[in-house]
């Protein structure tokens, strides 16, 4: 038996490569509804605030659970890559994040750690506790090469700083 709530999910998904990148979110985010899902994942972190334009709001409103990709901007706020000018061009990043883009981003991260980030408190887990405190962002994925980084990854989940507003609260 064929249903019809999953065909119509497939449909949508094969059509994203029919639909330019900017113009997906926007259709991603007004179709779920649609379509009855109950989640969409979305590229979110300190660095790349996209989607808290035209999606976040909507899957508030909507009571659309959201899972944040890419939560540590491809490892630029994992705090191993502080001194990095431009991924290696075998790596897929490179394609992603230009050199000036990078130099841009490092500017951010260089704020961040001299004016956010909280004393014994990795980069890696106050960019996903920054992630975490969004009222819309349900869960992230990290990603983590070791089971080190899973451990100190799952750790930000846990974090209680004081205070803490996420800046779309203020």
């Keep these: 038996m064929i249903n019809r709530k999953e ?12 639909v330019k990148k900017k113009e997906w979110r926007e259709y991603q985010i007004k179709n779920a509804v649609n379509v009855g899902a109950d989640v969409i994942q979305v590229k979110y972190n ?24 890419v939560a540590l901007a491809s490892g630029l706020l994992s705090g191993k890559y502080q001194s990095i000018k431009e ?21 951010i991260i260089d704020d961040i750690i ?7 408190t990795s980069l890696a887990q106050y960019a996903l506790y920054w992630v975490l405190k969004h009222d819309a962002v349900s869960c992230v994925i990290p990603g983590c090469k070791s089971p080190e980084q899973v451990r100190l990854n799952a750790s930000a989940a846990d974090l209680e700083i004081m205070d803490y507003k996420h800046p779309l609260d203020i």
Excluded at 7 to 18: A, F, G, R, Y
Excluded at 46 to 68: F, H, S, W
Excluded at 93 to 103: D, F, V
Excluded at 114 to 120: I, K, T, W
């Design 46 to 69: 300190r660095l790349e605030r996209e989607a808290e334009k035209d999606v976040l709001p909507v899957c508030l409103k909507d009571r659309i659970g959201t899972i944040a990709r």
């Design 7 to 18: 065909t119509e999910k497939s449909d949508i998904w094969e059509s994203q490569c029919h």
């Design 87 to 107: 991924f290696s061009s075998a790596e897929s990043r490179a394609k992603k994040y230009s050199p000036e883009t990078i130099s841009e981003m490092q500017k």
């Design 114 to 120: 001299q004016n956010e980030l909280p004393e014994n």
